[in-house]
């Protein structure tokens, strides 16, 4: 198990794929672990790409800091981990909170990106989200992780999902509830006590940028990914449909293919963000469908789209 | 060396000899918090501290006890040897980081609680398989789950804006705590052929 050094903390780290060529680098949600991009992993690494997947401080098998977590850190190790890319073009994907220090990280350092998913994230905390962090928070300090991870389950996957595996949940509980604790999961989340909005700085990011949301993304809804797609001049927003915001582990297949056509089209400069709307399809490897022009993609209801 | 204990035994029960070693490591750890918190207590005239001290006092008290009626105990000479070494580790030291020595060890017993309630997670060692309600699978799933409310006060206070001045040095307390603690867990761990995940 490879680590890259952090001051005085390690950074756990896997890099697959062959020696040189493009490479997309995962940045795990807030209870995540690197393992879970195994599929990403399979799927990209069989067409020629590299894949690099970490722990972030504080999770799974990177050092978990005692009391401090800062997001500049998180940066920082995210950096460590691109630089081991060396010259290669590198496609960033971070979902959720890892979508946040993706983003973070193409603010400052975009010029080393070749593109950018952005996937169930958000540039600034809504009144919402503030009161759901705060509410998750306050189940993980009370209830500990397994109840962080009750509040999470119905929140972040379809019933389509969780019908089938009801009788299962505590197995699938159980490598989450082993690789988390409690204390670096509170330091993780006491992140963002003093965070900024990044709005402003999101037009600095002249990338290609891909925007992933889930249909019924309930903890980060389309009005935070909306922002992204206004701010970030060459983005697509591309609505997956029936998805939650852990659509990452319900739709592996599904999002794998979006992310490796996303990384050919930038490659073969056919890639033109245009701040555009699209519908996913149902199917991988189906072609995207644009958003029904004239209607309101903010809505749930097909209503007349009202300029803003 | 084993992710979990066991193997267990055909009714899915731990090996006398491993909760006997765990049991001991906390009951020595979770004693030692107890008996800094009694001393804390009689010094603490805030009410709000006084309280959660008192409370800690008595859920660190209640681990104690729980182990004690909890585990099936045999005996382990070993522990002659042991016994010594965790509970010198335990012992209050005032930093040499802080330059105030009363507020010194008031930070370092709280580090050491940070570090005894957030690194060791005694549930995480059990195997699936280990019945839901065996009295020794209960008392560390109860310990765990009370360590993650009962830190909450080590990090208000680590975290208070008083002590942010001292951060750097405080962290520093913390880290070294928490280094010590996972070193003396892991090696009782790997005396009875176990190796954590975290």
């Known amino acids: ?308 | 060396m084993s992710r979990f204990l066991g193997p267990v035994d055909t009714m899915g029960c731990v090996p006398p000899r491993q909760q006997t070693r765990v049991a001991a490591f906390l009951m020595s750890c979770h004693g030692a918090l107890a008996r800094q918190l009694a001393v804390a207590l009689i010094w603490e005239r805030r009410p709000a501290w006084h309280m959660e001290l008192n409370t800690q006092l008595y859920r660190e008290a209640e681990t104690v006890t729980l182990l004690l009626r909890a585990t099936s105990w045999v005996p382990d000479p070993e522990l002659l040897f042991l016994l010594p070494t965790w509970e010198t580790a335990w012992q209050a030291t005032p930093p040499a980081e802080i330059g105030d020595r009363t507020q010194g060890l008031a930070i370092d017993a709280a580090a050491l609680g940070h570090a005894v309630h957030s690194m060791i997670r005694p549930a995480g060692l059990l195997p699936e398989q280990v019945p839901l309600h065996d009295p020794f699978a209960l008392a560390l799933r109860r310990i765990e789950f009370e360590s993650g409310r009962v830190m909450q006060a080590q990090i208000l206070f680590l975290k208070s804006t008083d002590l942010l001045p001292l951060r750097e040095q405080v962290t520093s307390v913390v880290e070294s705590r928490h280094r010590l603690v996972r070193k003396l867990w892991r090696e009782m761990l790997a005396g009875i052929g176990v190796e954590p995940c975290n």
């Open chain 1, 1 to 308: 198990m490879p680590f890259l050094t952090l001051s005085s903390y390690r950074i756990r780290y896997e890099l697959d794929g062959p020696q040189h060529g493009p490479a997309y680098v995962f940045v795990n949600g807030l209870t995540q672990y690197a393992e879970l991009w195994s599929a990403y992993r399979d799927a990209l690494v069989e067409k020629g790409f590299r894949v690099a997947t970490f722990d972030l401080l504080g999770q799974g098998a990177s050092d978990k800091p005692g009391l401090f977590i800062s997001q500049d850190d998180q940066v920082a190790a995210l950096g460590l981990v691109i630089d081991v890319l060396g010259d290669d073009p590198v496609f960033l994907c971070g979902i959720s909170f890892g979508g946040v220090i993706a983003l973070r990280y193409a603010v400052t350092h975009g010029s080393r990106l070749a593109g950018l998913a952005a996937m169930s994230t958000f540039a600034e905390l809504s009144p919402q989200l503030l009161l759901l962090g705060n509410a998750l928070r306050a189940g993980l300090i009370h209830g500990g992780t397994s109840y962080l991870q009750d509040l999470l389950l119905p929140m972040n996957l379809s019933d389509a999902w969780l019908g089938p595996q009801l009788g299962n949940l505590d197995t699938i509980k159980r490598q989450g509830w082993l690789t988390n604790d409690v204390y670096a999961l509170q330091n993780l989340m006491e992140s963002f006590l003093d965070f900024k909005p990044l709005t402003a700085q999101l037009p600095s990011i002249k990338i290609p940028t891909l925007i992933l949301n889930g249909e019924f993304d309930f903890l980060t809804p389309r009005t935070l990914h909306e922002t992204l797609r206004l701010q970030i001049p060459d983005s697509a927003l591309v609505i997956i449909p029936r998805a939650f915001h852990a659509f990452t582990l319900e739709k592996p297949a599904l999002t794998a293919a979006l992310l490796l056509r996303f990384a050919e089209d930038v490659l073969s400069k056919k890639w033109k963000g245009n701040r555009s709307v699209w519908i996913a399809p149902e199917t991988a490897g189906d072609p995207l469908i644009p958003f029904p022009e004239g209607h309101d993609h903010l809505r749930a209801i097909p209503a007349p789209e009202v300029h803003r």
